[in-house]
């Protein structure tokens, strides 16, 4: 059974950063996924396990997703926050390498962590 732990979220002042961390039991793809209120869940970024990242329009130049292989941790830096990022952030892993943007390929979810941006 593969867990995910998921910690850092929080509440901020636009313009403000958040770190999100999630631990993974093994070693895997990793992305960050979001659900806003009333919204569908969106992806938001992923990092291969050779490293190779992918992001969101809307996120691009704004957050960073890095990954600590030998702790098997994957981290969402985001910073100049907007309130429109406000979202129940949710790490995710995937045991493949490819079409990484769409959820159905990741079958181990998180708990999900509260992202809270005010204006």
């Known amino acids: 059974q593969v867990q995910l732990v998921e910690s850092g979220g929080g509440l901020v002042q636009a313009g403000g950063s958040l770190r999100l961390s999630c631990v993974a039991s093994d070693h895997y793809t990793m992305a960050w996924f979001r659900q806003a209120p009333g919204k569908e869940r969106e992806f938001v970024a992923a990092i291969s396990w050779t490293s190779t990242t992918y992001y969101a329009d809307s996120v691009k130049g704004r957050f960073t997703i890095s990954r600590d292989n030998a702790k098997n941790t994957a981290f969402l830096q985001m910073n100049s926050l907007k309130p429109e990022d406000t979202a129940l952030y949710y790490c995710?892993?995937?045991?493949?390498?490819?079409?990484?943007?769409?959820?159905?390929?990741?079958?181990?979810w998180g708990q999900g962590t509260q992202v809270i941006v005010s204006s």
């Open positions: 995710a892993a995937s045991i493949f390498n490819t079409n990484l943007l769409q959820s159905v390929r990741y079958a181990y």
